[in-house]
């Protein structure tokens, strides 16, 4: 039986695959607070795509905090739903990011949260199945396979922070190139 894939913001977007990621940065996460989804504050250490308009950008995780019996009031239990595509990335960890601007696309309910918590800030996800690199030992680890995203992009496995970014740079240019023919 196939299962119905809920709608992201990336699809609201109509965002297709490919090279869905208007951003890539590199940074280390500073700040992880709980609404629906993870908003996470990630301190830039470089950009080598668009424009980092800070040196602390927010974005949100598909993982998630949620009652384990669905009422907080009775068990005052949270459970972490963790995302098989894309594990939850904490304080401290270093990654490199494959980002979508998803400002104003929101639900009422998360603009509001982080508008009173964060004021007005752009707001981030991670292209599913191309954009989250986790480093570890200085090499990058890929997003695993699930039964949602079975191929996941695994062309930067392996390989180190400079090395992605570089990419990452060189396709910014060759777009910028095709984009105003050449200047």
Known sequence: MTQAVP????????VTEGDADNHVIEGVVADVPVPVGIVTRLSVDRTAK????????????SNYVTPSDY???K?????????????????GDRAVLFLIDITGALGDRQQRFIQQRL??????MIARGAG?????????RAE????????????????????????AEERAHQQAATTCGGC
């Open 75 to 91: 068990s005052g239990n949270a459970v972490l739903m963790v995302d098989d595509v894309q594990p939850p990335l904490f304080t």
């Open 144 to 167: 695993k396979a699930s039964e949602w995203m079975p191929h996941p992009e695994r062309r930067f496995e392996g390989k180190s922070e400079g090395d992605i970014l570089a990419a």
């Open 119 to 124: 004021g007005d800030v752009r707001m981030y």
């Open 132 to 140: 989250q690199y986790r480093m570890e030992n200085g090499k990058a």
């Open 7 to 14: 709608e992201t913001a990336r699809d609201r977007l109509g």
């Open 50 to 61: 668009g424009n980092a308009v800070s040196a602390d950008i927010y974005f949100i995780q």
């Open 71 to 73: 009422d907080y009031n």
